[in-house]
């Protein structure tokens, strides 16, 4: 009998709840929502109102809330919010101390209960909490990836469309590195349905443009006071389906670098093929001097947190 596919979504707040919300909607599978005890009937009230939801929009996913690694079992998907988010004047790097021990805990738990899963990492800051996750699990690079890049990449496409005053639908912009203030908007990529970008917006623009989406999570977390959710969770799904669907999209995700782009033993966002594999090949670009440049100053950072990672002892 075909059985519908299992998405564990470990962490019930703010991110945990649009990803439940989108899953179902869309159909692509049951849905697990996982918190820790204290939150559990929190989780399950969640589960049963978006449940209650499907009566009225017609989707037949079942979402159901829990405490109990046991009910995350045998999950094709697993993807991990679980920790603290930003609050105003904070780096996702001053999350670090915070989120380790519960990325170790929630890595722990998952190589016992569902070592076979798809996993996406949300959690801050997020390339050394993935590499914390692999590092813990053993798991393959195919089966891990950082969700930075497709939600950068998305704030970059939204600010381009509106000062180009073109629809969103033809913009293609794509950001690489950390998930950090360096990360790394790569304008020799970025068109308007192919016409290079650099020919609707003029310079001085796009700097403020590539500065806006290097801050556009600080800018969120200044107006609402916590991180944003709807924009993440949707690149997560974005993933997700990718894996589910075997659909082989090019996105920029969080990967294990083992030598591309000169890299080795760190995660940073990179354009892969994403498809029924998991995180199928790594896409090397060909990038300026002055791109490679910045990717080496964002994997400086990103190399600079791990190694704090690296330190702590477990
Ligand atoms: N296991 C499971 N869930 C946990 C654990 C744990 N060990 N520790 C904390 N959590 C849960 C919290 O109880 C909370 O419900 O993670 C949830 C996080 O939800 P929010 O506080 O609403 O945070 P959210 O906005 O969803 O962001 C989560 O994603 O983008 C990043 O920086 C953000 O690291 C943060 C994460």
């Not at 790394?184 to 650099?198: D, F, K, Q, R, Y």
Request: glycine share 10%.
């Amino acid at each position: 009998m075909a059985k519908r596919k299992k998405i564990a979504l470990i962490g019930a707040g703010n991110i945990g709840g649009e990803l439940a919300r989108l899953c179902a909607n869309t159909q692509l599978g049951d849905v697990i929502l996982f918190d820790i005890p204290a939150k559990e009937k929190f989780a399950q009230g969640k589960a049963l109102d978006l449940e209650q939801n499907s009566s009225v929009l017609g989707y037949d996913a079942r979402i159901t809330g829990t405490s109990k690694w046991e009910d995350v079992s045998g999950a094709d998907v697993l993807i991990i919010t679980a920790g603290i988010p930003r609050k105003p004047g904070q780096s996702r790097d001053d999350l670090v101390a915070t989120n380790l021990p519960i990325i170790r805990d929630v890595a722990n738990n998952a190589k016992k209960h569902c070592p076979d899963a798809f996993v996406i990492v949300i959690s801050n800051p997020l390339d050394a909490m993935v590499y914390e996750y692999m590092r813990v699990t053993g798991c393959s690079k195919k089966k891990i990836a950082g969700m930075a890049g497709v939600l950068d990449s998305a704030r970059f496409q939204l600010f381009l469309a509106r000062e180009a005053n073109v629809s969103i639908k033809d913009v293609r912009a794509m950001v690489l590195g950390g998930h950090g203030d360096d990360m790394v908007p790569v304008l020799s990529m970025c068109t308007i349905n192919g016409v290079p970008a650099t020919q609707f917006i003029a310079k001085d623009k796009m700097a403020q443009i590539i500065e806006r989406t290097r801050k556009g999570g600080g800018e969120i977390v200044n107006l609402m006071g916590t991180s944003a959710y709807y924009a993440p969770a949707s690149s997560a799904v974005a993933m997700a389906e990718a894996y589910l669907l075997d659909q082989k999209r090019l996105l920029p995700v969080a990967s294990y670098l083992d030598g591309e782009y000169g890299y080795k033993d760190l995660f940073m966002g990179v354009p892969a093929i994403v498809g029924g594999e998991g995180v199928e090949k790594i896409v090397e670009l060909p990038l300026t001097d002055e791109e490679k440049g910045m990717l080496a100053k964002s994997a400086a950072s990103v190399q600079s947190v791990v190694d704090v990672v690296k330190k702590t002892p477990a």
